[in-house]
């Protein structure tokens, strides 16, 4: 059998190196300020989760928290509904302009968001929608939903086309066939383009703040706002920075198993 | 040259079971003949996949050995055995052309680049692919693939056995009989042992020598087609091979006749007294009960079915269904029909397994 | 391959599609269309300049010229390093991580979680680490006798950028690919071992053209984040020392929010997301045009 144990060993270095930035974080979480400033050790002296209790504590924290979670939600599941029929549609048909409107699509991904803070703030300002979760949740959508038309495309050309033709013969109606046949076959593209859509718009912040001020700050702006605010108050900001991993976290140990079942876009 | 020895090989997950009901292969010796083709037939789950990976080496027997001649490569890595496989769906080098897929397994092993071309140019005349030899052999299509496949376990003169696990699965039916023939034509020119999983008895009779019936983890029984046909040693033989399957009626056997629940029937060999309170069947193949407008068994008609080159009538007799063959001659069947049982084809199954009689 | 049908009723399909993206597209498009060719005498007094922006832009020898060149090439030269670093690895890390049994489902959330970091927490984390005083990667360092300094020292700035995104971004190439190489199936290993394949030719042969699919949405992905990089720069050297990492988006923002200069700043956007487009274009046809060619 091969040797195992030389990718176990390097697969067990690299995941050690890149802990470490996020065991400091975690590290300075668990200390005081003073603690921090006094000098450089490898733990905690007095691990103590204060700042972890302040957080909960404050409604700005928490609502800050509810807020980005609510628009990525939103956003995940108008990107991926969306996508479904236009993915189908790119993968089996051929129609006018769709090469064309397929690499548009794509080309939203390059859309440099500090190009385009301004003229969404202004856009959204004249619609009512400035300072709300829909706001964030729709702005995400120029990106996300070209990325999520894009992944479920491979996996619906990882379908043959037979299964189609056979649903059809078989007296089914298009809706029924693709709701009752079609989506439990791309279940694992479903999962993973949702996972991507939640990552990407959890992670983007500079829409996210341009567009929202104080109703629907999300709980980024709410750490740059106690950054510039309370001074280099490290250890609250390290403790914010902990939680934002959580919901990434939980997220991908749902669709764990759709990204072990492996998916090559097409077929093999 | 060699032949494979199954000596006592079994399969179980769990270690040593406490029953036959543990093992996923149950205890089995056989000798594979070198040159033969053999078919591993039977329905999914029986056993035969997990048998086919024994020999290739993908898993390892919990119990007994393998040998392959005199050598016991039980434990031994696949590459190490010289077979070859071919698998379900074709198994290619997307980025290599046909020759190159061919040539690989040599290269490989290093060897001398005339001799790689010689021996492509023989597999690939031999497979009919020298018109594709240079084109890439991912634009081809799925049965030239699997020929590919098959081409490249062949050019390796060390190979001994070449297996194959259900290869037809996805080519096109009109392809499947030509590919099937060729199969038997390389089989005939290179002399090779050949064992061929399949749950299709078409593909499994015209393919083999012999076959090799399994269900439920278990052989139950190896023989030739016509052995298979005729002399069924289970009724999941009878069941399973044939078109339709074995008909089989509950019996009380004495001596040469067979008491069936409302008539009685002549048996083709005079059997022992069988106790009391098992389970006795008569077997007998759609083949050997006809219809007749001669004397013979009074039966209901059901419904008759036309299968073209033969018509097959749904019988029932004193109750009991039947599947009966009809003549050409007769044109038109009506409510009843007579059937006689031909009775030196019928055999007599206790507890599911044949009983051997002597000569009347 | 048959062709696929032509049903131009698919519109239908993707007009939902068409019009969430549209809606946020169309109206900042043309404000930075419009911007771009006009010019202000500030209080909302615009006049026509036609190309004058793109003229200047493009030409190397005005000052807005050069410091849009230098930025682009500091730019690609950054997206190329990451590239070269990221793609390979990402592989490597890939090929080793575990394939079944318990550590599975671990491994996958542990290699991913530098992806779920949002990204100004990014930029912070690393803020703290490149620090001497309080942070790993700063006193390391330093402590090993490299004259280490974010903020003043151009080589640490850019090194630190690189190892960030590297830290930050190889995660996506990892996922990508591990799942592209789950999706091969078992009977091609054993295919390659009975063939005598060595564990180079199974990866050259099988393993890497399999994966291309998936690799072309990583690598184009990666490309364009890169090119577009904004936060994580922006909060760990503020494009300092100098200009060292002043990377296209930041340079823009500089000239659009800090000059208020949003005639250039407009301009600059659009030929930016012109060179975006053309690679990505010329990407995504060579990746398509060598799958249609194989499959002849």
């Not at chain 2, 074709?90 to 040539?103: F, K």
Request: proline fraction near 5%; hydrophobic fraction near 50%.
């Amino acid at each position: 059998m091969r040797n195992d144990a030389l990718p176990r060993i390097l697969f067990a270095a690299y995941v050690l190196v890149l802990m470490l930035p996020i065991y400091w974080l975690i590290k300075m979480s668990l200390q005081s300020n003073a603690d921090i400033m006094s000098g450089l050790t490898l733990f905690p002296r007095h691990p103590s989760l204060e700042k972890y209790a302040a957080i909960f504590n404050d409604p700005t924290w928490v609502h800050g928290f509810g807020v980005s979670l609510s628009y990525v939600a939103i956003n995940t599941a108008i990107s991926v509904a969306v996508a479904l029929p236009a993915a189908y549609a790119f993968n089996r048909y051929s129609f006018l302009g769709d090469k064309h409107l397929f690499f548009w699509l794509l080309t939203n991904l390059m859309a440099p968001a500090a190009v385009f803070a301004m003229p969404f703030f202004q856009l959204y300002y004249a619609v009512g929608l400035f300072d709300t979760i829909w706001a964030v949740a729709l702005a995400h959508c120029l990106f996300n939903v070209p990325l999520a038309v894009w992944i479920l495309e491979g996996f619906v050309g990882g379908v043959p086309r037979e299964i189609d033709e056979t649903a059809a013969i078989d007296g089914y109606s298009f809706p029924r066939f693709f709701v009752k046949i079609f989506l439990p076959l791309i279940a694992n593209g479903i999962g993973v383009t949702a996972f991507f859509c939640f990552m990407f718009s959890w992670v983007e912040q500079l829409l996210a703040t341009t567009l929202t001020s104080s109703h629907a700050l999300p709980f980024a702006a709410v750490m740059t706002r106690a950054y510039s605010v309370a001074g280099m108050d490290w250890s609250l900001l390290a403790a914010a920075g902990v939680l934002t991993m959580i919901p990434g976290a939980v997220v991908i140990w749902f669709v764990r198993n759709h990204i072990a079942k492996g998916f090559a876009l097409g077929r093999v | 040259m060699t032949s494979i020895t199954l000596d006592h090989i079994a399969h179980s997950y769990m270690g040593k079971p406490k029953d036959d009901s543990g093992y996923q292969l149950k205890p089995l010796n056989h000798v594979w003949e070198h040159g033969l083709a053999y078919a591993l037939l039977g329905p999914s789950g029986c056993g035969k996949t997990t048998l086919l990976n024994v020999i290739s080496g993908l898993v390892i027997p919990s119990e007994g050995r393998l040998l392959f001649g005199e050598r016991d490569v039980t434990r031994l890595p696949t590459e190490q055995r010289n077979i070859a496989q071919v698998f379900q769906f074709p198994v290619i080098y997307d980025t290599m052309t046909v020759a190159e897929n061919l040539a690989f397994p040599l290269k490989n092993r290093r060897q001398p680049r005339l001799v790689i071309e010689k021996r492509v140019a023989e597999i690939a005349d031999m497979l009919d692919l020298t018109a594709d030899l240079n084109r890439r052999a991912r634009g081809l299509t799925a049965d030239a693939k699997q020929k590919i496949s098959l081409g490249r376990g062949l050019v390796r003169s060390d190979v001994s056995a070449v297996l194959f696990d259900e290869p037809l699965t996805v080519i096109d039916p009109a392809l499947k009989w030509e590919l099937r023939s060729k199969l038997k034509r390389v089989h005939r020119a290179l002399d090779l042992l050949m064992i061929y999983v399949t749950h299709d008895q078409i593909e499994a009779l015209t393919f083999a020598d012999k076959v090799v019936v399994m269900n439920d983890g278990r052989a139950v029984q190896i023989g030739t087609p016509a052995e298979l046909f005729y002399q069924p040693e289970h009724t999941f033989v009878g069941y399973f091979i044939g078109s339709p399957g074995m008909n089989f009626l509950p019996a009380e056997v004495r001596g040469a006749r067979a008491h069936v629940a409302g008539f009685e029937m002549a048996l083709g060999a005079t059997y022992a007294d069988m106790p009391k309170g098992r389970n006795i069947q008569v077997g007998v193949r759609p083949e050997f009960v006809a219809g007749t407008r001669g004397a013979g068994l009074p039966a209901q008609v059901r419904r008759v079915s036309d299968l073209g080159r033969k018509r097959l009538a749904y019988v029932s007799l004193a109750g009991h269904p039947l599947v009966a063959t009809l003549p050409h001659d007769m044109e038109s069947v009506g409510e009843t029909l007579n059937i006689a049982i031909d009775a030196a084809n019928t055999h007599v199954y206790l507890d599911d397994v044949r009983v051997a009689g002597r000569a009347p | 391959m048959t062709a696929k049908p032509i049903n131009n009723r698919a519109w239908f399909f993707v007009l939902p599609v068409l019009g969430f993206v549209l809606f946020s597209s169309i109206v900042p498009t043309m404000t930075v269309v419009n911007y771009s060719v006009q010019d202000t005498m500030g209080a909302n007094n615009f006049f026509w300049n036609g190309d004058q922006w793109f003229r200047d832009l493009l030409n190397p020898t005005t000052a807005i010229g050069q410091r849009f060149n230098d930025a682009l090439f500091r730019t690609l030269a950054f997206s190329l390093t990451c590239l070269v670093i990221e793609i390979p690895l990402g592989i490597a890390i890939a090929l080793c991580a575990p394939r079944k049994g318990w550590a599975v489902g671990p491994s996958l959330v542990v290699v991913a979680l530098p992806m779920l970091i949002p990204w100004n927490v990014v930029g912070t984390i690393w803020q703290i680490f490149t620090r001497e005083d309080i942070g790993l990667y700063g006193a390391a360092l330093n402590g090993l006798g490299l004259h280490y300094n974010v903020t003043q020292d151009a080589i640490s700035a850019w090194t630190t950028i690189v190892v960030m995104d590297v830290w930050h971004w190889t995660p996506l190439v990892i996922l990508l690919s591990y799942a592209g190489l789950r999706a091969i199936p078992d009977a091609y290993y054993q295919a390659a071992r009975i063939d005598g394949a060595s564990r180079w030719a199974v990866f050259l042969n099988i393993e890497l053209p399999k994966l291309q699919k998936v690799l072309v949405i990583a690598v184009l992905l990666r490309f364009m984040q890169t090119f577009m990089i904004y936060t994580e720069p922006f909060v760990v050297t503020g494009g300092g020392p100098g200009s060292a990492t002043t990377f296209l988006s930041i340079d823009l923002d500089k000239i659009a929010l800090g000059q208020v200069d949003l005639g250039n700043a407009a301009a600059m956007s659009l030929v930016y997301y012109l060179i975006t487009l053309t690679v990505c274009y010329v990407f995504f046809t060579i990746m398509t045009q060598l799958e249609r060619r194989r499959d002849v």
